[in-house]
């Protein structure tokens, strides 16, 4: 069984640097709650284009996984991670900029 769960504020900042090593510009777009609220990753790709990730508990892997919530017209997917915040007032929802695709949430560490 996976150890305690690691704070989301404290995810969300360590993920942040992350992505500022890797020079990806991002933004917490909506700020959720700091212990136990769920993440939102929007990947905008700079080309009218973005995908929205969210992450859930796998109990086959024993580990979180990211799963693609939207991906197409950047409206679209704008408009699905709306819908996802109507009714959870606790979620984050970070925006990333890269147009090479990069979200880096593959990394080790990051489920």
Known sequence: MTGARLAT??????????????GIPAYVIAKGDT??????????????TACAYTRRFDFEQ???V????????EAEVD???????????DLWVIE????RGRHLLDEDGLG
């Open 66 to 73: 990211w799963d693609v919530l939207c991906d197409g017209p």
């Open 35 to 48: 212990t136990a609220g769920a993440v939102l990753v929007k990947l905008a790709r700079m080309d009218c």
């Open 62 to 64: 024993d580990a979180r």
């Open 96 to 99: 990333l900029e890269d147009a």
């Open 79 to 89: 408009a699905a991670i709306s819908r996802q915040r109507s009714f959870d007032s």
């Open 9 to 22: 504020g404290i995810w969300v900042a360590a993920y942040l640097h992350r992505l500022q090593l890797a």
